[in-house]
């Protein structure tokens, strides 16, 4: 998230795509605040939900077709001259110049430039900047020249018009245009919008465009880095955000650096070579990973054995290890051992019978959850004979959240500490006390090894505070902020660290090992003050003030404790408020400087998310996107499917694609899995005709372990159910409250009918295609006395493909059949 | 899907409304007796006393019984709220059973010992009466004062229970002296003629009642009546209460009383009785429903 | 008397999400019980005895200002009548008026005669088969006692559910209404603020954003008890013509016989 949930207050108008009034009620009450003030509430949705009950606007668009939507709307800004032109003109890339090899979809008929049929893949070497002699980017900052990203934009998105938009999403042109015209018309000088997105964008073969869409969107309407704007990513579980920021990911390392690639980066001279780039931020790369190494390995790690990082475990390629590869693999035989902590991949994961029938083939299993899950039990599953399954599944009971000391990340990237409440049960130990249990144990049995790649392992640190058996979390955060390794003088020689020291800020990472940092992002989070005490500023707890309306005293954002990133945007060129309206930091001439004999300063209501000293007028003063290596937003953006999101069908649709010939994102994964575990529905299957889409539900939480296992929460919804419309339903026979089957080429379920008027058949090109919602909380086990908390497991459903870039399923639309009773 | 809730009182508590309002008709009928004529009476008197006696026993024990734990029906005691007709009406059932008592004993002292109580009687009867009425009327008022849409807008709910109380009670104390063999006296006569003039009362009280909610107009107690009136409950209201219960016994009590007939007064007797308790029985399940 | 402390729901800010219903429950040790259909996301037709704040859904087609459907909730609880129906009713003085002016049921008194079930005229109070008493929201007494909100309140992410005394608030609720009318909301109304109105005014009042009838509320709910005057009325008519009846029925033959 760029902002954060408490800015949305000034926002002028919310453009909500997720299902936030049901998912992220907490913060949805910022967007009421908004509302109260007089902001207009935008929901785009296949389904009419409380979200849209609160809105002001609903737009029902066809499961899928997001960038149709997000085109269409920036082909309206573009069209119509809403867009924020200054904006645009300097604080993104839209004036550079484009490679003049390089072609869109208008002109290849749905491709980019660079498709090979035969690899599947695009060679991207047309998909970059015209440069100058200096290798800065071409630029025209009248937008006119045809080879601008601002052309090559506006021509893209001219064929996303409001006809196409009322075709593929389904969603009526005058509705459409209203909606556009409110948002974004309530942008500019002093005027911003916000947009939330979550599931809604990423559960589709082209997750990542989608959200690229409306980023650029963003970037159009001048609504990054300033109040009541941005992008509003709402996050799932609530610590997810911290678990990718200390990336319990495949792909990358804690704090966003990519996880090293076995044949691309053989060493750790060619990784922050590749990896590093030459301009923005991440020019400090190899200062976070060398600090990272350290922490790894601690005293090990030397300058002379590259700090460590051959005992890195490295990738074989980009294109394997995630949820679904893993899973893949598991059925094929490939995993021989798998540990499940803390998810219940037998209900939430996307094909859900291969997940438990891959389970089926491993040797040992370990289910270390608060429950006993679905994944425990997944010998026990409906149609499945136990003594059949061969799998060793071993269960140990955790301790959650209540019973530990620890933090949580939330969605606006707010780090925030808690006490145990209570001592855990029994047996049940938090995951920190189990994992270095295990990895002390395991350094016991491999103590003496010779063996090279044991080494890492061996050096490694599980010992935190006094216990080894217990360890005290405040030292892993300690670890995570970065400590100095050794005592560091500034030139005078005056001690800055005393060793141990925690770090006030990442800017005093180094990349000579004589720090570490588990996250370098988190730096700041834990400090000492003058009188040598630790202070945890997780910990504390002041709340918004009238003057810090962003409450920068509650838990600690990172980085630094910002809430707002990219803030420089808030201010024009010269380092003056947009307007005096939207004002959020500035270029204060007379403030002090950094030095004794300067003057000018950025001052204002957040932490800048620049240079505090750098002035406007000086070199790079004015480009406020420090992240990316040229120091604009960028709306020309290679990813792996192509530089602007282009709108392909999903992998199971009704209908062919009305944009080009390329019916479904060329580079889309689908997993070919053996004994026909994954079969798809081809485009317009009679067999199927309904799309389908699954969600939650504001009464469950995920897989329902933490819902459907607790009476009081078990009972808020009556069964399992599926949504439909009253045409639908009649066309069907279905009456309100009756059995239904529905059934996919993967699998079926046996649900409620809930038969609805927030359900409204689509016109799709002319024709009615009907949409049907299922929420996915439910599984075999739940209270006994509420026989409603047990229902099939919709992910039964769900097929295992994937987008092109991070691998995320297709959970939000594929296709269906609804049969009436159960069959 | 109506919000509103029901108390779910049991069919025991029907019975209670039907024997509370028996006993007070049967007092009520044998003080009046008591008082135009204690020796022309005398049977009819004994046999209302009696009646009351009989009737009222369960009374309090069904009342218990339905609260489940006994010691909590003295809570009703320990308060006097005049806004309720519950409370009014438990403690009008106390001093009303004080009643009963005392003048079923003093009947049973006359009887006994050839003694002559009816000066006794006749104060314990006319105070006695007075809660009989309300005995026999308040659980219609208490229906009334609820929110339950049938009930609410019938306003004639005690003025019917109270008149069914009587003709119950009469058709009672009608039955005793017939199968006594004393359907010849004038008292029997007179509880025929009393048997007629009740199930008169009562008939008019459910006119007035089905007109009063017909009346209120409101979309719920138009669903309540049609309950009563067309829907699940119809067979038992106009089978059971209006023909079975008080049209046919007030024909055949009218021929009875033109050329009485032993076999004639047993069976409207029965009819009262019965069609009585249906009345209040389809009256309690269809406000309930 | 204290101030009178009222609890304000105000619709229009209420997005369903049911806090408020589960944090009774956990508040007040309310147990689970099998859900009913309704055909929506509500759980239970009404309240129960284990359901003190029931979150109602109301899909009302073209309701909403620009004319689309309108997805009506509301969190509804006792009410919390100046006149209170159920009060009223009980013969045991088991409901009684706290000395903020909110109702409540003393388990310890109530004897389980169940009449306060069909007194209330907004179906509130529930009876409780395992205790044997009638239960309904208790306004979080031990918790108000206590310098604590209820606890549907505090749980509200929207301020939906608002606590406070009840002057204040109906102040606040009429300036919410008329923004919501310059908003596009024509219907919105307040439901139950007026003191002078249906039963005293309620001290948990509501802004909805349609008519009463909408959500399934009486549109003039009366108190019960009013009822009393006329019924008794017609009840005397009764016992006199019962009266006169039987006079007439001895009298007629009998006269002069006595002796
Ligand atoms: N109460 C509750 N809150 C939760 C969770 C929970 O389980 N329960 N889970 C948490 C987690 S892990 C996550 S990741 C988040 C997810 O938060 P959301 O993304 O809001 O969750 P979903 O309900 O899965 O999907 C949102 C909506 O996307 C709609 N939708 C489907 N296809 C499309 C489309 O193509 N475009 C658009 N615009 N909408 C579409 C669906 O109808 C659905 O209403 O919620 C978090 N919050
Ligand atoms: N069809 C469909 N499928 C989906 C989605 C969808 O929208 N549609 N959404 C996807 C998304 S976004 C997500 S995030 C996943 C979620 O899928 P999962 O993460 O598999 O689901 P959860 O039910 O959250 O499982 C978390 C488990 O952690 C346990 N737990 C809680 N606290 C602790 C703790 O402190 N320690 C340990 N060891 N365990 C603990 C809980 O009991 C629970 O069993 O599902 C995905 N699946
Ligand atoms: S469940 Fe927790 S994280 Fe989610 S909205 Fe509620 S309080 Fe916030
Ligand atoms: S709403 Fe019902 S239960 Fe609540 S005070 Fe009023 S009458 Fe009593
Ligand atoms: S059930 Fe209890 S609270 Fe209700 S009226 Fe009877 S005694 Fe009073
Ligand atoms: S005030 Fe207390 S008892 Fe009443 S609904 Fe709210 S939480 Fe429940
Ligand atoms: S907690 Fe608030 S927003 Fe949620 S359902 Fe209750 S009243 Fe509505
Ligand atoms: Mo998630």
New binding site residues.
């Given amino acids: 998230m760029t902002t954060n949930l408490i800015d949305i207050q000034n926002s002028d108008v919310i453009m909500a795509t997720s299902n936030m009034a049901e998912n992220h009620p907490v913060g949805f009450q910022w967007v009421m605040k908004a509302k109260e003030r007089g902001a207009k509430l935008i929901h785009v949705d296949p389904r009419f939900t409380r979200t849209s009950a609160a809105a002001d606007i609903h737009a029902p668009l066809r499961s899928g077709t997001n960038i149709v939507f997000f085109g269409g709307m920036i082909n309206y800004a573009i069209q119509n001259n809403l867009f924020f032109k200054d904006y645009v003109v300097h604080y993104t890339n839209a004036a550079f110049l484009i490679d003049p090899a390089f072609k869109t979809p208008t002109d290849l008929d749905g491709l980019f430039t660079g498709w090979d049929e035969s690899k599947k893949s695009y060679d991207r070497s047309s998909w970059k900047y015209q440069l100058d002699a200096e290798g800065n980017p071409k630029r025209d900052n009248s937008l006119k020249d045809p080879q601008t990203v601002f052309q090559l934009l506006k021509r893209h998105y001219s064929r996303y018009t409001l006809d196409m938009v009322e075709r593929v999403c389904g969603i009526p042109k005058a509705r459409f245009e209203e909606i556009s015209k409110l948002f974004c018309g309530n942008s500019g000088p002093d005027k911003t919008g916000t947009i939330t997105y979550a599931?809604n964008l990423t559960?589709h073969t082209n997750g990542v465009e989608n959200i690229r869409a409306l980023a650029m969107l963003q970037l159009l309407l001048g609504n990054i880095g300033r109040p009541g704007g941005g992008i509003v990513a709402l996050r799932?579980?609530a610590n997810?955000q911290g678990a990718t920021d200390l990336e319990l990911l495949y792909h990358e390392l804690p704090g966003y650096l990519p996880m090293p690639l076995r044949d691309a980066h053989p060493d750790l001279k060619t990784y922050l070579e590749k990896e590093t780039p030459k301009g923005g931020f991440w020019t400090n790369r190899p200062k976070f990973m060398v600090s990272l190494l350290k922490a790894f390995y601690g005293d090990a790690a030397t300058k002379e054995n590259e700090f460590g990082y051959q005992w890195l475990p490295k990738r074989a390629s980009a294109d394997a290890y995630s949820h679904q590869h893993m899973f893949v693999d598991m059925f094929h035989g490939k995993l021989k051992g798998f540990l499940a902590?803390?998810?219940?991949?037998a209900?939430?994961?996307?094909n859900a019978k291969l997940a438990r029938a891959a389970m089926g083939k491993l040797e040992w299993m370990v289910v270390?959850?608060?429950?006993l899950?679905e994944t425990a039990e997944f010998w026990k599953a409906p149609g499945t004979k136990p003594s059949d399954v061969k799998t060793e599944v071993f269960f140990l009971p955790?301790?959650?959240?209540a019973e530990k000391d620890g933090s949580l990340t939330n969605t606006m990237r707010l780090i925030q500490w808690h006490d145990a409440a209570v001592k855990p049960p029994g047996d049940c130990t938090s995951?920190a006390d189990f994992f270095c249990r295990l990895a002390i144990r395991l350094q016991k049995l491999y103590a003496g090894s010779k063996k090279e790649r044991d080494k890492g392992f061996l050096a490694a640190n599980f010992k935190y505070g006094e216990k080894a058996e217990h360890p005290d979390i405040v030292e892993v955060l300690k670890e995570v902020n970065g400590v100095a390794t050794e005592e560091i003088k500034d030139k005078d020689g005056k001690v800055v660290y005393k060793k141990g020291q925690p770090l006030n800020t990442f800017a005093h990472l180094t990349d000579d090992g004589k720090t570490n940092s588990g996250c370098w992002i988190y730096t700041g989070a834990i400090v000492e003050d003058k009188d040598g005490k630790i202070v945890n500023r997780t910990a504390s707890r002041k709340p918004a003030t009238k003057e810090d309306y962003l409450g920068h005293g509650w838990g600690f954002a990172w980085p630094a404790n910002r809430r707002i990133i990219y803030n420089r945007a808030s201010a024009d060129l010269a380092g003056r408020p947009w307007s005096e309206k939207k004002k959020l930091i500035w270029w204060d001439h007379e403030a002090p400087g950094n030095e004794p004999d300067k003057k000018g300063k950025w001052v204002g209501m957040d932490v800048p998310d620049f240079n505090p000293f750098l002035d406007p007028a000086a070199k790079n003063g004015d480009k406020p996107f420090i992240m990316r290596a040229d120091l604009v937003g960028a709306f020309f953006g290679p990813l792996n499917d192509g530089p602007f999101p282009e709108h392909y069908e999903p992998m199971e649709s009704p209908t062919k694609n009305l944009l080009s010939k390329r019916q479904t994102n060329p580079v889309a994964k689908v997993w070919d899995v053996a004994e026909g575990k994954n079969p798809l529905a081809p485009v317009g299957s009679p067999d199927y005709p309904y799309v389908i889409t699954?969600?939650?539900l504001t009464e469950h939480?995920?897989?329902?372990?933490?819902s459907r296992y607790l009476p009081m929460l078990a009972e808020l919804h009556h069964s399992h159910f599926a949504e439909l419309s009253h045409e639908l339903a009649k066309e069907l026979g279905i009456q309100n409250g009756e059995k239904v089957t529905v059934m996919s080429p993967r699998g079926k379920v046996h649900v409620t009918a809930m038969v609805t008027n927030r359900f409204k058949p689509f016109k799709i090109d002319g024709k009615t295609v009907h949409q049907i919602g299922v929420p996915?909380h439910w599984g075999f086990n739940g209270v006994p006395e509420l026989p409603g908390s047990k229902g099939d497991i919709?992910?039964d459903l769900?097929a295992t493909v994937g987008d092109p870039n991070v691998y995320i399923?297709e959970?939000?639309a594929f296709l269906c059949n609804v049969k009436k009773g159960v069959v | 899907m109506s919000l509103l809730q029901s108390s779910h009182w049991p069919f025991l508590i029907d019975v209670y409304f039907f024997l509370g309002g028996l006993a007070g008709g049967a007092f009520v009928i044998a003080t009046v007796a008591g008082l135009v004529g204690s020796r022309l009476y005398r049977d009819v008197v004994r046999a209302g006393y009696y009646v009351a006696l009989l009737a009222l026993i369960p009374c309090p024990l069904i009342l218990i019984v339905d609260l489940g734990v006994p010691g909590r029906f003295l809570n009703m005691m320990k308060t006097f709220n005049p806004q309720s007709p519950m409370s009014m009406g438990s403690w009008a059932l106390a001093v009303f059973g004080l009643c009963v008592g005392l003048a079923a004993l003093f009947t049973l002292i006359e009887d006994l010992q050839r003694k002559n109580l009816s000066n006794q009687k006749l104060i314990v009867g006319v105070i006695g009466g007075v809660f009989g009425f309300f005995v026999a009327a308040y659980p219609g008022v208490l229906l009334g004062a609820t929110a339950r849409p049938l009930w609410t807008n019938g306003h004639a709910l005690g003025a019917l229970f109270l008149a069914v109380g009587a003709s119950t009670a009469a058709a009672a104390i009608a039955l005793i002296l017939t199968l006594a063999g004393r359907a010849a006296g004038e008292g029997a006569t007179a509880i025929r003629r009393m048997t007629v003039l009740a199930l008169l009362i009562q008939a008019l009280s459910i006119v007035v009642f089905i007109v009063a909610v017909q009346g209120a107009g409101s979309a719920a107690s138009d669903r309540a009546l049609a309950l009563l009136l067309s829907g699940p409950f119809k067979m038992t209201f106009w089978v059971g209460a209006i023909i079975v219960g008080t049209v046919v016994p007030l024909l055949l009590g009218l021929a009875d009383l033109k050329r009485p007939s032993l076999a004639l007064s047993a069976v409207t007797a029965l009819l009262v009785l019965v069609g009585g308790f249906l009345v209040k029985y389809v009256v309690m399940a269809a406000g309930q429903a | 008397m204290a101030r009178t402390l009222a609890m304000f729901t105000d619709t229009s800010l209420c997005i369903g999400c049911r806090a408020c219903q589960v944090a009774c429950k956990q508040w007040n040790e309310l147990g689970p019980e099998v859900p009913d259909w309704t055909g929506s996301y509500q759980n239970h037709t009404h309240f129960t005895d284990k359901t003190f704040r029931l979150v109602r859904f109301f899909e009302a087609p073209g309701a909403a200002p620009n004319g689309d459907l309108a997805w009506l909730l509301m969190s509804d609880v006792c009410k919390h009548c100046a006149d209170a129906g159920c009060l009223n009713a009980c013969p045991t003085g088991a409901i009684y008026r706290t000395e903020h002016g909110t109702v409540n049921i003393n388990q310890d008194v109530c004897n389980g005669c169940r009449y306060c079930v069909s007194a209330c005229p907004f179906g509130v109070v529930s009876f409780n088969e395992q205790t044997g008493t009638a239960t309904k929201c208790t306004f979080c007494n031990d918790r108000i006692h206590n310098g604590l909100g209820p606890a549907c309140a505090k749980a509200c992410p929207t301020e939906s559910i608002q606590f406070g005394f009840r002057d204040d608030l109906v102040v606040k609720a009429q300036k919410r209404v008329e923004t919501l009318k310059g908003m596009g909301f024509k219907e919105a109304q307040l439901y139950g603020a007026d003191s002078k109105g249906f039963l005293g005014g309620l001290n948990a009042f509501f802004l909805l954003l349609g008519k009463p009838e909408t959500y399934g509320l009486p549109v003039n709910p009366k108190l019960p008890q009013k009822n009393i005057f006329v019924d008794s009325l017609l009840s005397i008519g009764s016992a006199v013509l019962v009266g006169v009846g039987a006079l007439m029925a001895f009298r007629s033959r009998g006269d002069g016989k006595e002796g």
């Avoid at chain 1, 270390?368 to 429950?371: E, Q, R, S």
């Avoid at chain 1, 939480?701 to 933490?706: F, K, P």
């Fill in positions: 599931l559960q799932g579980h997810v902590d803390g998810q219940n991949p209900v939430g994961g996307p270390a959850d608060i429950f899950t955790m301790a959650p959240a995951d699954t969600y939650r939480h995920l897989s329902g372990v933490m996915w919709t992910n769900s399923q959970t939000k």
